[in-house]
């Protein structure tokens, strides 16, 4: 009798931990680079130290994958800078020619040196998706650089390279 009772919790442990990692695809690799620009900013000045605002910005560009995929991309989020110096965080959404979608959200650092412009690095996660992205989850780093300043007519063009993992659950 105790030995049916043990091989019972075995049998349950052993199924449980399989149906669980049936659940999951295996981790896919993903990079990709994104070129974009500013389609709104809002700029508030903070009175406490010279130069310092915070903001909101949108981009509009697209993504392009190592392998030739591309994507619209689309992301919004909020800015605090000094001199064109600090943290940044938002929400970007990836949309393909089928529809689906893989959304992420980020944090960042921008700096930028005198009579240059600004560099930026940071990481996020992936937190939704639609069609064949439906259930992502994972993580990415990223960097870029402007190529262009920020104003009415260059719209502050950047390069996004990133790189990172995913899964699908079921």
């Known amino acids: ?4 009772f043990i091989m019972s919790i075995i049998a349950f442990v052993f199924s449980f931990t399989i149906g669980f990692s049936s659940t999951d695809v295996n981790a896919e690799d993903v990079e990709f680079q994104v070129a974009s620009y500013i389609v709104n900013f809002e700029f508030l000045p903070v009175p406490d130290v010279d130069k310092h605002a915070i903001g909101t910005y949108e981009r509009r560009g697209v993504a392009i994958f190592k392998d030739g995929e591309t994507a619209a991309y689309h992301t919004r989020g909020t800015w605090d800078f000094i001199d064109s110096n600090g943290p940044f965080q938002g929400y970007t959404t990836l949309t393909y020619k089928d529809g689906s979608t893989a959304s992420s ?4 650092t921008m700096k930028k040196e005198p009579e240059k412009l600004p560099t930026y690095t940071g990481k996020g996660e992936w937190i939704k998706g639609t069609g064949k ?6 993580n ?3 960097d870029g650089y402007y190529i262009t300043p920020l104003n009415k007519e260059t719209k502050g063009d950047v390069v996004i390279n990133v790189k990172g993992s995913y899964t699908l659950q079921k």
């Open 133 to 138: 992205y439906e259930g992502i989850k994972g």
């Open 140 to 142: 990415f780093s990223y």
């Open 1 to 4: 009798m105790k030995r049916l």
């Open 105 to 108: 959200k980020y944090t960042g």
